[in-house]
């Protein structure tokens, strides 16, 4: 019995995949054909639009390169300018330590001293963070003497402590 497709709407397209047999007589000849149409209109739509979707996820791939590359240039160039001028503030701190004996003054320029070398190394951990984003990190581990650490802590902050009458005190433990 023949199966009728209704038609599609007014002006609509749509996508049928069509297989055509022909049905043969005894004598091998071709008496009709026989035609099955089935619809793939949706597996073309989605088959274009995973399409869209692939260009489009590549696209925004190309551009958050892009941006990574801008922002690693732009760490890099940065860290440059505040490198030279903190290396200028440290040779600095480190001829006023020699030339300077008094004991308050010198205590001033070890607190300068430490806080740029402090802000150095925060310059090189945004660079090692770039770096770490890229790929390209390399570690260095070192052996820290944590009474050390804590001292240079206590001599940065000490000085806006005092502004605000705190006392710091440390003490070692055994």
């Not at 209704?6 to 009709?32: A, D, H, Q, T, W």
């Not at 590359?69 to 940065?78: N, Q």
């Amino acid at each position: 019995f023949p199966v009728t497709i209704p038609p599609p709407l007014p002006y609509s397209s749509y996508f049928v995949m069509s297989y055509i047999i022909p049905i043969l007589n005894r004598k091998g000849e071709i008496r009709e054909y026989l035609s099955i149409r089935e619809d793939i209109t949706l597996i073309v739509e989605l088959r274009e639009g995973l399409q869209k979707a692939l260009s489009q996820a590549e696209s925004d791939k190309q551009k958050a390169e892009q941006a990574n590359k801008a922002k690693s240039e732009f760490l890099a160039s940065v860290s440059h300018e505040l490198r030279t001028p903190l290396n200028a503030i440290i040779g600095y701190a480190q001829l006023l330590s020699l030339n300077i004996t008094e004991p308050k003054s010198q205590k001033q320029i070890t607190t300068i001293l430490s806080s740029s070398k402090h802000l150095l190394a925060l310059i090189n951990d945004i660079l090692d963070f770039a770096k770490l984003e890229s790929g390209k990190v390399q570690f260095n581990f070192e052996t820290l003497v944590v009474g050390d650490l804590v001292l240079e802590a206590v001599q940065l902050t000490q000085t806006q402590a005092e502004q605000k009458g705190i006392t710091l005190e440390m003490s070692a433990m055994n």
